[in-house]
């Protein structure tokens, strides 16, 4: 049952703790990635103060609009992208992100293997998977996530997991269990799967990094 004297941010955190509950896991395990796109600082500033320090965005130009000054404001605030990436963008990527959830494809490892040679900054990330095997989605087929994570490691980029978003007005829970699996033949041990309609199921399959917008800022307009 919801409580309504609980903030959205604690809400969530509760439910994630249930839920980690369930599966045998710690609640601690899971990171809360508090998906801020579209929402200017002013509704990002009380998240914040209220003691998140994980944000996610999905556009370079718009992370590189509203954040600099925050994180120059407030300390440990840590900025992961969860959106498509154009190897133009790579290099401004690097320098503004502490983790990339959308490594999908050979030209953008070379695109962000260069980059980071560049920075001097290895910067961690998902590979995302087209778990759903959908036309118009981004992330890479499921056959080639082999490839992509050798290809990855030769270029110096670190690896830490997959992250998937699965086909939309479907049971999300198949798809987790398949990312998790993949996952596990892979050797990766991190998962980035979960938003705001289904991180209860996705940390139940062992998501260890769920991204959540509307759950917590509200519908985005
Ligand atoms: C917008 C977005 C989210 C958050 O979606 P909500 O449904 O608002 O929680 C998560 N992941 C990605 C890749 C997104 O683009």
Same mark, same amino acid.
């Given at each position: 049952?919801?409580?309504? *004297?609980?903030?959205? @941010?604690? #809400?969530?955190?509760? =439910? ?8 045998? =896991?710690?609640?601690? *395990? ?14 990002? %500033?009380?998240?914040? /103060? ?41 290099? *401004?990527?690097?320098?503004?992100? #502490? ?9 953008? %490892?070379?695109?962000? +293997? ?19 095997? /959908? ?9 080639? %996530? ?7 490691? *030769? ?13 939309? +007005? ?20 991190? @998962? ?25 800022f509200g519908a985005r307009r």
């Amino acid at each position: 049952m919801d409580q309504p *004297d609980l903030t959205p @941010l604690q #809400d969530v955190r509760a =439910r994630i703790a249930r839920a980690a509950a369930i599966a045998g =896991r710690k609640g601690d *395990d899971v990171e809360l990635i508090a998906i801020s796109k579209t929402h200017a600082a002013e509704r990002i %500033v009380p998240l914040i /103060e209220e003691g998140q320090r994980v944000f996610g965005e999905n556009r370079v130009q718009e992370a590189q609009e509203k954040w600099p000054a925050l994180l120059e404001r407030y300390e440990g605030v840590k900025l992961h992208l969860v959106g498509q990436l154009q190897s133009n963008k790579a290099e *401004d990527a690097v320098r503004l992100f #502490d983790c990339i959830h959308s490594l999908d494809r050979p030209s953008l %490892v070379s695109a962000l +293997g260069k980059a980071m040679d560049k920075a001097g900054r290895r910067v961690p990330c998902f590979i995302q998977v087209n778990i759903g095997d /959908e036309e118009q989605k981004g992330g890479c087929a499921i056959a080639e %996530v082999p490839a992509l994570l050798a290809s990855a490691h *030769d270029a110096g980029i670190p690896v830490t997991g997959l992250m998937c978003v699965p086909p939309l +007005g479907i049971e999300a829970a198949p798809f987790f269990a398949l990312l998790a699996r993949i996952a596990a033949e892979s050797g990766l041990d991190q @998962l980035s799967m979960g938003m705001s309609d289904d991180f209860e199921t996705a940390v139940m399959l062992g998501a260890t990094h769920v991204r959540v917008g509307s759950a917590l800022f509200g519908a985005r307009r």
